[in-house]
């Protein structure tokens, strides 16, 4: 072993301190310290000790070093890095465009193509991907939903005028966005509609409030294979408040409908994979756990423990910390089966839960 010089000695030593230093002040902020330091009382507003039983996995707002492994199971093809893209055949003319994140679908039929959704994300891209495939033009634009990421490169895609269609809810929505990325559609149905264009199919049909109003099932039957965007997310955790979804329970409704119908493909509008029936039954299983984790921790949590004398008053407080206590034990119930099972699951759990026990205490 080489000897350290004075100087070098002295920068471990002081490297050492420093690191201990750090220590006893984490040990000491997470309650390990002493009796005496560990009740000392953070500033107003600032983070105090943990509540008990804190879960592993860091919560909002916290930078995590290194997230879970994706498991095998939730794994798509491969994107070649110099195309960015790539295209799936679903069967009959019917095609999946991806980059892996989102995915949008186009139809060849004898005198044009049917676009479902432009995502901004690899628009650029459609053009190249579809004249992979076929030179015909782009006659129609079927809006799965209103949301931007899906639909918000149309313009660089199309020419001319082709027939924008959409549920009559995502035209309203679209109105009050006034988005010129986002243009009007130009025919719009209520429940049902039907495009035959050549020998092509594709049956439209809105199932109500889920994710968003307007969000529409399309359906290709000679293919059989469903449309149906940001309600599965195969191999998945679902995105953040499960999508943001406007009416859980409806959400929870439409992902139990699914597994009832006769498709044997889904595109499902993000990550990196078609969809199964498997990957349905494995997101209502992970729905139905964590209602009942929600349900079970808002029924045993009290409404007031621990907090500060002073706070009794402030009427967001006491709801908050209530709210933040009953999350708590919802992460802690979910993790033993789930954090391996779906890819994501840390980057969400915590959303889920915060948008899972505010819509069993209220809707």
């Not at 020419?159 to 025919?187: F, N, S, V, Y």
Request: net charge neutral; aromatic share 10%.
């Amino acid at each position: 072993m080489h000897s350290l010089s004075t100087l070098q000695l002295a920068r471990h030593v002081n490297k050492r301190r420093a690191a201990a230093v750090w220590m006893a002040a984490t040990l000491l902020w997470a309650g390990l310290g002493s009796a005496t330091e560990s009740d000392h009382e953070a500033p107003p507003g600032q983070a105090g000790r943990p509540y008990a039983n804190m879960p592993d996995i860091a919560p909002i707002g916290v930078r995590v070093d290194k997230y879970y492994d994706i498991p095998e199971q939730s794994k798509g093809p491969e994107i070649d890095p110099a195309k960015g893209y790539r295209v799936e055949e679903l069967g009959k003319g019917l095609y999946m465009i991806t980059d892996g994140f989102v995915q949008s679908v186009f139809m060849v039929y004898e005198t044009g193509i049917v676009l479902i959704d432009a995502p901004p994300n690899y628009a650029a891209k459609i053009k190249e991907a579809i004249a992979g495939v076929s030179d015909k033009p782009i006659t129609h634009v079927i809006y799965t939903h209103s949301h931007a990421d899906h639909i918000a490169g149309v313009t660089s895609v199309i020419t001319g005028h082709p027939t924008i269609i959409a549920q009559e809810e995502t035209l309203r929505l679209l109105k009050r966005a006034a988005d010129p990325k986002r243009p009007l559609p130009t025919m719009t149905f209520k429940d049902r509609y039907t495009l035959k264009v050549g020998s092509q199919v594709l049956e439209l049909s809105y199932p109500g409030n889920g994710h968003e109003p307007g969000n529409t099932m399309i359906y290709a039957p000679a293919q059989k294979t469903l449309v149906f965007v940001d309600v599965i997310f195969p191999g998945y955790m679902p995105f953040r408040r499960f999508a943001v979804a406007q009416d859980i329970p409806g959400y929870f409704a439409q992902v139990k409908e699914l597994d009832s119908m006769p498709w044997e493909k889904l595109v499902a509008g993000h990550v990196t994979r078609i969809g199964t029936h498997a990957d349905v039954k494995l997101q209502a299983e992970f729905d139905d756990d964590i209602k009942t984790a929600a349900t079970q921790a808002l029924g045993s949590t009290k409404f007031v423990e621990g907090l500060n004398q002073a706070d009794l008053g402030n009427k967001w407080a006491l709801i908050n910390d209530y709210i933040n206590r009953v999350v708590v034990q919802c992460v802690n119930a979910m993790g033993p089966k789930w954090k391996t099972r779906l890819a994501g699951y840390d980057a969400f759990i915590w959303d889920q839960c915060y948008a899972m026990e505010g819509s069993v205490r209220i809707d």
